[in-house]
């Protein structure tokens, strides 16, 4: 069995002797083996500052998915080390630079992590999944010969923006159409691969499924995404103007943009279990550290802005991609790709309606 994902027992050895949690990876966790040379450290479960890998259980009797997706899954959280006894320990916390006060080197440095993170891709076995929108086109450019994926009904906002941007990038793009007995086939396959059964996980979940089991079913055994970049650049709407926003505490852009960014662990697990159970390893190159170290200095305004979101992102992205592509709006995939709506249309269907406490997760869960 493999111990570790995403690097090797020396690097994540040498980040917790210096204290370094963006070690040159795009996200790691596991078991460190137990050996004579660094006694101190080894025999215990890893995971990275961003989560990027899940690992659960104990050093004695672990894996990459839950032993138990209907009880406590018990991940270690991002950032720990988890001891014999079951203990965790913060040995990694997310660099807090001061903000950038030099625009051009800001967004130079991150087009410049941009491109050491996207030169990686490609190969054989590598497909993309595609909705349109900057983050996985960008992906896409990084593998040029790779097929792209889109998933959603057929009226949907992500199919119609994936077949635009595939046209003006000139891409093959396959379209994964969805209708309603998909859904219902695939929740009970999406709950028992991550344990959750709430309303927004599960509609978040079941566009990748899909997405992941249709290059699966083509030959491929890895998926490209484009997660994380929302976090990191200031994509949602709620970090706009943080102030007046209660879904945030924060009062600037920057601290409402940190703490979207502590969301990532538990997305991201979820997201990873998810790809997996549909046959694919997960492909995150906006989440690799160069990339996530040249995000967190960005000041206010090159994330977000009343009239436009991943500011520095968009312009790292100009010389890569036509220019409707990286002004392109983006949708959530729930909505991007109509599945919140119907799975919803579906739940009424079934007889539970919007009056009732948690309808959709009340629907969810009489699938399973």
């Not at 040498?14 to 370094?20: L, N, P, W």
């Not at 900057?134 to 992500?158: I, M, Q």
């Not at 093959?172 to 695939?186: C, F, K, P, S, Y």
């Not at 979101?309 to 990286?326: C, F, H, I, Q, Y």
Request: net charge negative.
């Amino acid at each position: 069995m493999t111990r570790l994902r995403g690097t090797d027992a020396e690097t994540v050895r040498r980040a917790i002797e210096a204290g370094d949690p963006l070690p040159g990876t795009s996200g790691f966790a596991g078991f460190l083996s137990r050996g004579a040379s660094h006694p101190a450290l080894d025999g215990r479960l890893v995971r990275d500052v961003l989560g990027r890998q899940p690992v659960f259980g104990t050093p004695d009797d672990w894996g990459f998915a839950p032993a138990d997706v209907d009880g406590d899954p018990d991940p270690v959280p991002a950032g720990h080390v988890r001891d014999a006894d079951g203990t965790d320990r913060r040995v990694w916390s997310l660099p807090e630079p001061p903000a950038a006060t030099d625009d051009a080197a800001a967004v130079d440095g991150l087009r410049d992590a941009l491109d050491d993170s996207l030169a990686g891709l490609g190969g054989d076995g590598l497909a993309v999944a595609f909705s349109g929108g900057v983050d996985s086109a960008l992906v896409a450019a990084g593998a040029p010969t790779a097929p792209c994926y889109v998933v959603g009904f057929p009226d949907s906002h992500d199919v119609a923006a994936a077949r635009e941007a595939a046209a003006a990038m000139g891409r093959d793009l396959r379209v994964v159409e969805l209708n309603h007995a998909d859904l219902e086939r695939t929740v009970p396959e999406v709950v028992a691969a991550t344990g959750r059964t709430n309303a927004m996980d599960v509609c978040i979940a079941l566009p990748l499924y899909l997405v992941a089991e249709r290059a699966a079913a083509d030959g491929f055994d890895r998926l490209a995404v484009g997660q994380g970049a929302d976090e990191l650049f200031g994509g949602y709407a709620k970090v706009v103007d943080p102030a007046d926003d209660d879904r945030v505490d924060a009062s600037t852009v920057r601290g409402a943009t940190r703490e979207v960014i502590r969301s990532l662990p538990d997305q991201l697990e979820r997201d990873a279990l998810t790809l997996r159970a549909a046959g694919v390893e997960p492909v995150t190159p906006l989440l690799a550290d160069a990339v996530v170290g040249a995000a967190l200095p960005l000041p206010d305004h090159l994330l977000a802005s009343e009239g436009e979101r991943k500011v520095a992102l968009r312009r790292a992205a100009r010389d890569r991609l036509p220019e409707s592509v990286v002004t392109a709006d983006k949708k959530a995939v729930q909505y991007g790709s109509l599945v919140s709506r119907e799975l919803d249309r579906l739940a009424r269907q079934a007889g539970f309606k919007r009056r009732m406490d948690d309808h959709l997760g009340q629907y969810i869960r009489s699938l399973c």
